[in-house]
């Protein structure tokens, strides 16, 4: 069975109500009978405003930036999985390496998230990578790996369709924002590792899309595409121009 794609625009802290629905808007064409599933992940206040041009009144996915791993109750701040799916989001994004190292957020606790959003029905796009030290010592792959398995602890025994509802986003942290971006041989080297690892976790996990993201371009979506193991894009600069996005979309197509 071939593999779920996704290309993902992670708007981040950027755009007020107005200009997000603007830009939800622009990206419906992008979603538009694409060669992948489109999605655009933008703040929490922005959802409302943009679900109105999403999922199922057009082909564009909404997701959330996070999301607690709580259902409800006294968490002051948190917005739990039902309150997303309330305003029209399909999941949500967790684990991103700048709530990671900004926010010092773990592993345990990204695993509970992913297990709150999968239990709700929900789709969890759930991301791990080294930071640059890291790869500079070549001690990536086990870095990676040992976070993908604390990040996914318990999400398979709560997953209803893990396969639709589980993406893997790899994103070195170094190729983050920085214009630097992964080789699509690199990318793909630590794609399959991580391919591999999924697989001799569960073989339904294996048939997860495994996408890529950091500093992806219209330049280089193509070549990162054409690799085996990827399936699809984590956008974060780049989604943000609807032009820009549109063309990363359309490089899925080859
Ligand atoms: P970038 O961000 O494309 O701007 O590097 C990717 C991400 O953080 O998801």
């Known amino acids: 069975m071939a593999r779920p ?6 708007w981040k802290q950027h755009l007020l109500t107005e200009p997000a629905q603007a830009l ?8 538009t009978h694409a060669p992948v599933e489109v999605a655009i992940a933008p703040t929490l206040v922005a959802l409302p405003r943009c679900a ?12 959330a930036q996070d999301c607690a791993a709580q259902e409800q109750g006294a968490f002051t701040g948190e917005v739990g999985p039902a309150m997303l799916a309330d305003v029209g989001a399909l999941g949500a994004i967790v684990g991103h390496s700048e709530r990671r190292s900004l926010l010092g957020e773990g ?7 992913t297990c709150a ?14 930071p640059l030290d890291v790869r500079e010592q070549g001690d990536h792959g086990r870095v990676v790996e040992a976070q993908l398995r604390a990040s996914l602890n318990g999400a398979l025994s709560v997953a209803r369709d893990v396969r639709w509802q589980l993406v893997v986003a790899y ?8 214009g630097k971006t ?8 630590m794609h399959a590792h991580l391919r591999s690892v999924l697989t001799n976790l569960a073989p339904e996990l294996g048939g997860c899309a495994l996408i890529y993201g950091g500093s992806v371009k219209p330049e280089n979506a193509a070549a990162l595409w054409e690799q085996p193991d990827i399936d699809g894009f984590l956008v974060g600069g780049a989604s943000l121009d609807p032009a820009a996005f549109l063309a990363i979309v359309q490089a899925c197509a080859a």
Not at 5 to 10: D, E, K, L, M
């Open 52 to 63: 109105p041009h999403c999922h199922p009144h057009s082909q564009l996915g909404l997701l």
């Open 24 to 31: 939800a808007q622009a990206c419906v064409h992008a979603a």
């Open 107 to 113: 592993d345990a606790l990204v695993a509970a998230k």
């Open 171 to 178: 994103e070195p942290v170094w190729a983050i924002g920085t």
């Open 5 to 10: 794609t996704h290309v993902i625009g992670n």
């Open 117 to 130: 959003l999968l239990s709700a029905g929900l789709r969890a796009v759930v991301c791990v990578g080294e």
């Open 182 to 189: 992964a080789s699509p041989h690199d990318a793909q080297a």
